[in-house]
């Protein structure tokens, strides 16, 4: 539209582009100081099994509570954090604070719970990634396998000959790694096929309208196929309806996250949560897979 209009419309255009320049340059300023003054926080979201609505994990997910600007979600300061390289640090807070939390869990007798964490392709370029989880695992004696690292398809695929060293001495230690968004990138099967993952998480874009019969059910399921060809466990996530669920656990994915089970709450919800445990049974009632 710019374009048919001649070039001077880009000045049209500026003000706006200004205020969200400004805005983002004012963002990162901030987030530096919201990093070391504990204005972050880790809300989690349940992920559970498939076969009978249990938690096997929690996703942390960072909030930023801001004193003067209120509650900011990652999807406005993350793109910054990593513009900025703050990512690094926060990416350590996240890690740190996960890790710390999982223990708690652990000793409060949840001990088969694990926990998964979101991590910037800008983390794994770092060549002291592995080694930093590694110390983390140790330091609050926890198992490699208790922990899981989502990693963005977009994010990975534009770095997979620099990350496969990171990502296979994360497997050494016996870390478990899901490719988050599936679906969302541009993932040629030739690098899923070379990458050392356990896990696709299908993007929720795909489930929107799984259940009536559309290209989404088609896609869903030849994804779920797909994984299951290359050994690794499906998640769906962003599950909103029983119709959702339904369709999907009658074509075997093996996990489930999303608002219709529970959506992100903080840790001491969590233990709640965790003592009951199996989230939305009554579904799970309901509908039983296919069998094979
Ligand atoms: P993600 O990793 O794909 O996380 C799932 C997002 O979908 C979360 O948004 C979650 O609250 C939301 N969600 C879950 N279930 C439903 C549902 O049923 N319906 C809908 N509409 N949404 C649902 P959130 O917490 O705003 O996080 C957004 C993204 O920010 C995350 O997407 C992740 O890419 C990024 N992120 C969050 N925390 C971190 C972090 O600690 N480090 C990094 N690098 N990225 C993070
Ligand atoms: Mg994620
Ligand atoms: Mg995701
Ligand atoms: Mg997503």
């Given at each position: 539209r710019g374009k048919r209009r001649g070039r001077n419309t880009v000045v049209a255009f500026l003000p706006e582009f200004a205020d969200e320049l400004r805005d983002r340059i004012a963002l990162g300023s901030r987030l530096r100081e919201a990093i070391e003054h504990e204005e972050l926080t880790l809300d989690y979201q349940p992920q559970v099994s498939g076969l009978d609505g249990r938690i096997?994990?929690?996703?942390?997910?960072?909030?930023?509570?801001?004193?003067?600007r209120g509650l900011i979600m990652p999807a406005r300061f993350i793109r910054v954090a990593e513009d900025s390289g703050l990512i690094v640090p926060l990416g350590r807070w996240v890690l740190e604070r996960a890790c710390r939390q999982l223990r708690a869990w652990h000793e409060g007798g949840f001990d088969d719970v694990g926990v998964a964490i979101n991590v910037s392709a800008h983390q794994l370029l770092r060549e002291s990634f592995a080694d930093d989880v590694g110390e983390m695992l140790h330091r609050f004696g926890l198992r490699p396998d208790a922990i899981e690292l989502e990693l963005t398809e977009s994010a990975l695929m534009e770095n997979v000959e620099r990350v496969l060293g990171t990502l296979k001495a994360l497997k050494t230690i016996g870390v478990r790694l899901t490719l988050d968004d599936f679906g969302t990138?541009?993932?040629?099967?030739?690098?899923?096929?070379r990458l050392p993952i356990d896990k696709l998480k299908?993007?929720?874009?795909?489930?929107?309208?799984?259940?009536?019969?559309?290209?989404?059910?088609?896609?869903?399921?030849?994804?779920?196929?797909?994984?299951?060809?290359?050994?690794?466990?499906?998640?769906?996530?962003?599950?909103?309806?029983?119709?959702?669920?339904?369709?999907?656990?009658?074509n075997h994915c093996d996990q489930f996250q999303g608002n219709l089970l529970s959506g992100a709450v903080a840790a001491d919800d969590v233990e709640r949560l965790l003592r009951q445990r199996y989230l939305r049974p009554e579904s799970f009632e309901a509908t039983r897979p296919d069998r094979v």
């Amino acid at each position: 539209r710019g374009k048919r209009r001649g070039r001077n419309t880009v000045v049209a255009f500026l003000p706006e582009f200004a205020d969200e320049l400004r805005d983002r340059i004012a963002l990162g300023s901030r987030l530096r100081e919201a990093i070391e003054h504990e204005e972050l926080t880790l809300d989690y979201q349940p992920q559970v099994s498939g076969l009978d609505g249990r938690i096997v994990m929690l996703e942390a997910l960072v909030r930023w509570q801001s004193p003067d600007r209120g509650l900011i979600m990652p999807a406005r300061f993350i793109r910054v954090a990593e513009d900025s390289g703050l990512i690094v640090p926060l990416g350590r807070w996240v890690l740190e604070r996960a890790c710390r939390q999982l223990r708690a869990w652990h000793e409060g007798g949840f001990d088969d719970v694990g926990v998964a964490i979101n991590v910037s392709a800008h983390q794994l370029l770092r060549e002291s990634f592995a080694d930093d989880v590694g110390e983390m695992l140790h330091r609050f004696g926890l198992r490699p396998d208790a922990i899981e690292l989502e990693l963005t398809e977009s994010a990975l695929m534009e770095n997979v000959e620099r990350v496969l060293g990171t990502l296979k001495a994360l497997k050494t230690i016996g870390v478990r790694l899901t490719l988050d968004d599936f679906g969302t990138g541009y993932s040629s099967l030739n690098y899923l096929r070379r990458l050392p993952i356990d896990k696709l998480k299908i993007d929720r874009s795909f489930l929107a309208e799984v259940s009536s019969g559309s290209r989404d059910a088609a896609i869903a399921r030849a994804l779920i196929a797909m994984g299951h060809q290359l050994q690794l466990q499906v998640l769906a996530e962003g599950v909103e309806n029983e119709d959702q669920l339904g369709y999907l656990r009658r074509n075997h994915c093996d996990q489930f996250q999303g608002n219709l089970l529970s959506g992100a709450v903080a840790a001491d919800d969590v233990e709640r949560l965790l003592r009951q445990r199996y989230l939305r049974p009554e579904s799970f009632e309901a509908t039983r897979p296919d069998r094979v």
